[in-house]
């Protein structure tokens, strides 16, 4: 299923600030462990701009949490926050950008935390490649919402310029 829909590795070679608000209409499907299948349409989601960006994972440098950032766009980046909420995100543009979009928000799911416990991610999900993988892959919902732009939310700690940049797209409703 879905393999003839997937978004093509190419989509995820662009800037950032570019596939950002093209993944808005887009659907996240995700095979679980059952063999049930769920798909959900992405709503919101925020872009983080590589090494430059305060507000980015990949502004520390290359770690073990950010190593798969600098890859080449089309893979999964995830990482836990309070100990219970897997983060996903996809890594954007070419080798060595190291830039993501997290995905805020799908379907009636707000929040970040919430994508992450419907979609049942956790740690073996770093790094999986969307163009190949069997249980999780993005498709072309054929959709093009109108959104909105705002800055991103909980980003303080990155200071100016980076808390006010319009990098948080929203479908309007």
Known sequence: MGRKQKLPISFFSNDVLDVAPNLLGKSIVRKFDDGTIGKYIITEVEAYRGVEDLACHASKGRTARTEIMFHAGGV??????????????????????????????????????RVGKVLQLDKSFYGEDLSTSERLWTEDSKLKPDYITTPRIGIDFAGEPWISKPWRFVIKE
């Open 76 to 113: 999964v980046y995830v990482y836990l926050i309070y100990g219970m909420y897997w983060m996903l995100n996809i890594v954007t543009g070419k080798e060595g950008d190291a830039s993501a979009v997290l995905i805020r928000g799908m379907n009636d799911i707000s929040g970040p935390g």
